[in-house]
């Protein structure tokens, strides 16, 4: 790709593990445990958008350098591959090949590493032939297991691993990379833009980057304010929201239906509207905890329908309507 | 020609009236270099379609209208099986546009296969240089998940030399993964103001003359659907000309139909008109008309006619019932739980109300 | 969480192809604790008395059936039928035993193959006069490969033994059941794992709190492969000098710690609904925690609170519906809001309760 369509996320994803923002402790140890290059497997876990593929990918680097990572490590998606003879598969045909020259002045250690992204989402069953792939190849091949919840990969992998928390990144952290990247690419970050992008991207740095990129993009402005920001991410205007749930205190259905139809044929998606739904309905004090509990146990079956594929609108028009009766009494 | 299709804009330049921002900021979007991958998502009848290809058209010029339409076939080998499936694909020179979710359940062969195809031959662009090709997907919100997640690796690998253009409606259906990869663009329907506006733009070039209270009255009824409005636009020529101010906007046959429904479930709450009600249902599910469409119309006729706490009980059996009808398998049977629960509750309302 | 058997490493380990490229002096390193303290005589086996001796007795009045031997994982299958193999053939355990794992991708043939190539070879000169095979996994076998399984089984009565091993016996057909005499293992009682941890900390010179040694025992829940490995895993990741305690088993395992799930409770159950959804949604944060896990402990610490049937009964089945929907993808932040609003709804009934 050429550099002006490159995601920034890959354009600016740090090379060097010490250039990863915020996660020290796990930086520390991975420093000391490249002096010997002989690594055991890995598990890193934490929120999305904290920096595990990073570190996985440059450790590979400052390990094989740019030619021979291309051989030498293999970037798998568990979420991708359906089946457990299809992850079998691929990973005995890239364990098996034999490992070739190492790179000069690199360390090119004679394994192979495998980045398996989203490991928590792999079954259990799917977990236990990988486990047993890990054993059989483990002379060849190092694992690098990436994950949001520990707790979801099997005790067996778990155990064999070197375990890294990566932590959640806060604010600061996120504006300074972001103003980086800003300043690298000729832009300036305006009103309301560093908080828009933060609230937005909940806290992952990917999320944020891409939000940034997107503005950038679509608006081709020099400057990105709060409104590019929140534009892009999708997000439905705040006082529109405000008035539906107004209009609910006051049992009028038919006006805040109207006002969701209207949300709903700019295009917004239902969970957008939802949640943002539930979080003005929570923030609000004039309403009891008990109302709030109503309306957030509707709103968290809509969660589950929505996924199913119930149909938006009419899902909404329920969490209205349970709004309403709620707010009444 | 239909009208949707006669005054439907080529390029973004040409959209003056709707969709004005968002075919500006595409434009200079093309100009301004190497275009990403887009996702345009909004509900029907918004441009979403129109948008996608006047930006073909922007990228490529007029070459990209020169559209071939054809039905191929793949085939492919799967392990030790061998699969066969068949796609009609519209395509250009520059591009090819598909509907991959109506192969079903084997979509993401096709997804996959396509864009290895298109690797293999790319174009050469104005400056000589190996330029890309563009795969315009439909209704990208209908693929499987597996799908969604070969078109992610494949977006990644082959990204210099084919470009996606993504259309769906709901773009919660996307997955996450595939949405971070391509730049979205939503696509609002038009307020009904825009929708009046084009109204009277096409009565002007079809040279007709259109009372402005018509021209509101079918803004209203499109319901924010451009498509739909001009559908309709057509069909009051047809029946009347010159237009009458309150000439009549006529709905869709099934819509009408389901409007008499909701009239005889709230005229009579028995048995008898139970079993009434699932024959007509019948006739609409036969003639294609999708369940929850109808459920949807339904509850919007009935609640014109319901007090407000009605309402909120209708609304919390309809938002049950359709999630079922959407999980289970035979769609019938939610609907008349839907009508049977909904007339337990009229019925008893009449009561204490009426005695 | 269905397991395969672990690889037995070391010298008596029975016939078994193994594509093992794990060299000598890794594997006595990192040797799994599960292996190296499997019990190998019947007598070291935890628990499960009366099956023990059942089999022991059979074993030696040579009146072995066919056994089929099911439960959870980690309850001590395994471990009996290859003590049982020890006890039997003494010096000549690994010729005449062979154990498969039923499941294996190789398929039913590959399965058919070895056991024809292992049965048909009689050893002279072994006390019993037949061989003993082992296979596991056999519940996740498909039904077909379990026909074939049985015909397999009938042909090599003579001379062989079937041992079948798997977690749950309802997918084992009822023609293999009917071949066998069926055991159940059922989860280790707490004290008889504690022993063997006990027993294990004392071999590896573990500098262990008692705390932790709880911990262990707990979160490993009837499973002693479980369980060892938790103890391995802090083991493996404790950092500095001091022993392993309580904390670093929760940090290892990434499970909520009791205090956890106390602030959690207390803020639930003390703070208004705005401050809850923050208060929670920090710590979840600050401990990286999964909702899911939340709600499974959060159910065993609201069974012990004060509060009337009524709306314990509710509260739990409030929980039990966030715990289901986050299986299906749903996002945390919107079912942590339900979590809330269930014990809002257990606070007022408390509150009103007291008046």
């Known amino acids: 790709m050429t550099s002006t369509s490159q995601p920034w996320v890959e354009k600016y994803r740090p090379r060097n593990i010490n250039d990863v923002a915020h996660q020290e402790e796990v930086v520390r140890t991975l420093e000391k445990a490249l002096e010997t290059a002989n690594m055991p497997h890995m598990l890193f876990y934490g929120p999305p958008g904290t920096g ?128 980086f990247i800003a300043t690298a690419e000729g832009l300036t970050l305006g009103e309301g833009c560093y908080e828009a992008c933060s609230t937005h991207s909940g806290g992952d740095m990917r999320k944020a980057i891409t939000l940034l990129q997107s503005a950038a993009r679509l608006f081709g402005t020099a400057t990105i304010t709060g409104k590019e920001i929140t534009a892009v991410a999708g997000a439905v205007d705040e006082d529109q929201v405000a008035q539906v749930v107004a209009l609910c205190k006051t049992n009028q259905v038919d006006g805040a239906n109207r006002i969701i139809e209207s949300i709903l044929k700019d295009g917004f998606p239902g969970l957008q509207i939802i949640t943002q739904f539930a979080e003005r309905v929570v923030d609000d004090e004039g ?43 | 020609m239909l009208w949707v299709d006669k005054y439907r804009p080529h390029t973004l330049d040409q959209m003056t009236t709707v969709n004005t921002d968002i075919a500006q900021h595409l434009k200079r979007l093309v100009q301004d270099g190497d275009c990403p991958h887009l996702l345009f998502y909004g509900v029907g009848g918004a441009g979403k379609k129109t948008l996608a290809l006047a930006v073909l ?28 499936v068949e796609l009609t694909t519209m395509s250009s020179n520059y591009h090819v546009e598909m509907n991959p979710s109506d192969v079903g359940t084997k979509d993401r062969y096709v997804v996959q296969e396509v864009i290895k195809d298109m690797a293999k031959s790319r174009p050469i662009d104005a400056a000589g240089q190996q330029g890309y090709k563009v795969l ?65 733009d096409v009565a002007q070039k079809e040279k007709l003359v259109m009372p402005p209270e018509l ?25 009347q000309y010159p237009f009458k101010a309150d000439q009549p906007v006529q709905l869709c046959d099934w819509e009408a139909y389901v409007t008499q429904i909701a009239n005889e479930i709230l005229q009579e709450q028995t048995p008898k008109r139970l079993l009434q009600v699932r024959g007509r249902f019948y006739e609409l599910i036969v003639n294609c008309i999708p369940p929850e469409l109808i459920i949807k119309r339904l509850v919007r006729e009935l609640n014109r006619k319901l007090d407000v706490e009605l309402k909120h009980e209708t609304a919390r059996h309809a938002a049950y019932f359709e999630h079922r009808m959407n999980e289970g398998s035979k769609a019938i049977i939610h609907m008349e739980a839907f009508v049977a629960n909904f007339m337990a509750v009229y019925k008893k309302y009449l009561i204490s109300s009426f005695g | 969480m269905t397991e395969a058997a672990m690889d037995v490493d070391g010298g008596d380990a029975p016939q078994r192809q193994k594509a093992s490229a794990v060299d000598a002096n890794d594997a006595k390193k990192n040797q799994m604790w599960v292996e190296k303290y499997r019990p190998s005589k019947l007598s070291d086996v935890a628990a499960h008395k009366d099956i023990i001796d059942t089999i022991g007795r059979l074993t030696s009045q040579d009146r072995l059936p066919y056994l089929l031997l099911y439960g959870p994982p980690g309850t001590g299958k395994t471990s009996t039928i290859l003590a049982v193999a020890k006890e039997l053939y003494g010096p000549q355990f690994s010729q005449m035993t062979l154990e498969l794992n039923a499941s294996d991708d190789r398929g039913i043939d590959v399965v058919r193959n070895e056991i024809s190539a292992f049965a ?35 042909k090599y009565t003579k001379h062989t033994r079937f041992c079948l091993i798997g977690n749950y016996v309802s997918k084992v057909i009822p023609a293999l059941q009917s071949r066998c005499t069926r055991f159940r293992f059922s989860p280790l009682g707490p004290n008889a794992v504690k022993d063997r941890v006990q027993f294990v900390v004392r071999q590896e010179n573990l500098q262990i709190t008692d705390d932790a040694i709880d911990a262990v025992t707990r979160l490993g829940a009837g499973d002693m492969r479980r369980t060892l490995n938790i103890l391995q895993s802090s083991f493996l990741s404790k950092e500095g000098d001091g022993p392993i305690d309580a904390n670093s088993v929760y940090a290892t395992t990434g499970q909520p710690r009791p205090e956890d799930i106390e602030a959690i409770a207390g803020v639930l159950l003390n703070s208004n609904f705005k401050e809850a959804v923050a208060k929670v949604a920090a710590i979840k944060q600050e401990r990286g925690l999964a909702l899911a896990d939340i709600v499974r402990l959060l159910v065993e610490y609201v069974f012990r609170l004060h509060m009337p049937q009524l709306a314990r009964a509710n509260l739990v089945s409030d929980m039990a519906d966030v715990e289901y ?17 269930a014990f809002a709804n257990a606070r007022e009934a408390i509150v009103a309760a007291a008046k």
């Not at chain 2, 071939?68 to 699969?83: A, F, N, S």
């Not at chain 2, 997907?137 to 998940?145: A, F, G, P, T």
């Open chain 2, 136 to 200: 315009l997907l439909n209704e990208v919100d209908r693929l499987s998940k597996e799908a969604q997640h070969g078109l992610r690796r494949t977006m990644e690998k082959y990204s210099s030399a084919c470009r996606l253009i993504l259309i769906c409606t709901s773009v919660s259906k996307v997955l996450d993964a595939v949405r971070s990869r391509c730049l979205p663009v939503r696509v609002a329907a038009p307020s009904v103001e825009t929708v009046e506006k084009l109204v009277m």
């Open chain 3, 120 to 154: 048909s070879t009689m050893r002279f000169g072994s006390n019993a006069g037949f061989k003993l095979i082992i296979l596991d996994e056999c519940d996740s076998m498909t039904k077909d490969a379990q026909f074939a399984l049985r015909r397999i089984i009938e």
């Open chain 2, 215 to 239: 021209a509101a009255r079918l803004a209203l009824h499109s319901e924010r659907n451009m498509r739909r409005c001009l559908l309709s636009m057509e069909a009051c020529r047809v029946q």
């Open chain 2, 57 to 84: 058209r922007e990228i490529f010029g007029a070459a990209v209208e020169k559209v071939k339409v054809e039905g191929k076939t793949w085939k492919l080998e799967q392990g030790e099986r061998k699969i066969e």
């Open chain 1, 287 to 329: 309403v009891s905890d008990a109302v709030k509990g109503k309306i957030c146990a509707r709103i968290a079956e809509a969660d589950k329908a929505l996924v199913d594929g119930a149909d938006e609108s009419l899902q909404l028009m329920a969490i209205v309507s349970t709004a309403c009766v709620a707010m009444k009494a």
């Open chain 1, 52 to 179: 595990k593929t990073t570190c996985a990918l440059a450790i590979c680097r400052q390990l094989y350098g740019p030619e021979l990572i291309k051989s030498r490590v293999l970037e798998l998606n568990a979420s991708d591959e359906r089946g457990i003879s299809v992850v079998r598969n691929k990973i005995k045909g890239f364990a098996s090949t034999a490992v070739g020259q190492g790179a000069p002045g690199y360390p090119s250690p004679p394994y192979k590493i495998l980045i398996l992204d989203e490991a928590d989402s792999m079954t259990n069953d799917a977990q236990s032939a990988l486990r047993r792939t890990m054993e059989t190849y483990s002379k060849v091949t190092r694992f690098f297991i990436l994950c949001n919840y520990i707790s979801r990969i099997i005790e067996p992998i778990a155990s064999r691993c070197a375990k890294f928390r990566f932590k959640p990144l806060g604010h600061e952290v996120m504006g300074d990379r972001l103003k």
């Open chain 3, 325 to 341: 929907r986050l299986a299906y993808v749903t996002h945390e932040r919107l079912q942590l809001m339900a979590l809330v609003g």
